[in-house]
């Protein structure tokens, strides 16, 4: 069972910066490469919404409200992927989830919270 462990999240001022990180444990570097790892967001009343993600080769892929301000990105050694974020609006508060996937198997982390003050 793998176990994802998000960290980074805090309160911000509108324009400013967070990074988080996703942590695996229970699973060998290599393994941690074989899936592809993804970053989403839920805000209260909102379903779930998929922020960024990363494939097993490097391929990144954003949803447009956060294309050019966030980047994700991973380290197959440290088993971590990231989530830089820049020019952080009020709107980007959410609860932000790890996601790491591959066929028939799919974990989450608990969740950081990210709330960005106006």
């Known amino acids: 069972q793998v176990q994802l462990v998000e960290s980074g999240g805090g309160l911000v001022q509108s324009g400013g910066s967070l990074r988080l990180s996703c942590a695996a444990s229970?699973?060998?570097?290599?393994?941690?490469?074989?899936?592809?790892m993804g970053w989403y967001r839920q805000a209260p009343g909102k379903q779930r919404e998929l922020v960024a993600s990363?494939?097993?080769?490097?391929?990144?892929n954003y949803a447009d409200s956060v294309k050019g301000r966030f980047a994700i990105s991973r380290d197959n050694a440290k088993k971590t992927v990231y989530l830089e974020m820049n020019s952080l609006k009020p709107e980007d508060t959410a609860v932000y989830y790890c996601?790491?996937?591959?066929?028939?198997?799919?974990?989450w982390g608990q969740g950081t919270q990210v709330t960005v003050s106006s």
């Open positions: 229970e699973i060998t570097p290599i393994r941690f490469s074989f899936y592809a």
């Open positions: 996601n790491a996937k591959k066929p028939k198997a799919d974990y």
């Open positions: 990363i494939t097993q080769g490097g391929s990144t």
